[in-house]
């Protein structure tokens, strides 16, 4: 067990660092959400709400919005 554990902690430390984008928005493109939604457990009723965005600043940049 102890020679597993030294192999998976000697890969781990000598893999290189990568780099990922899962997908970039189109330079000026946008997208943009909202969303209410209204919960009740037992007598407790509850409003929650969500809004984000997606806008393409350049052809390699996305800027992310949520509150």
Do not use: I
Not at 39 to 55: I, K, M, V
């Amino acid at each position: 067990m102890r020679g597993l554990f030294a192999q998976l902690f000697k890969a781990a430390t000598l893999a290189s660092a990568a780099s990922a984008a899962p997908w970039v928005r189109d330079e000026a493109g946008w997208y943009g959400r909202a969303l209410l939604a209204h919960d009740t457990l037992g007598n407790a009723n509850g409003w929650r709400s969500d809004l984000y965005a997606e806008y393409g600043l350049t052809k390699d940049w996305t800027v992310t919005g949520k509150s």
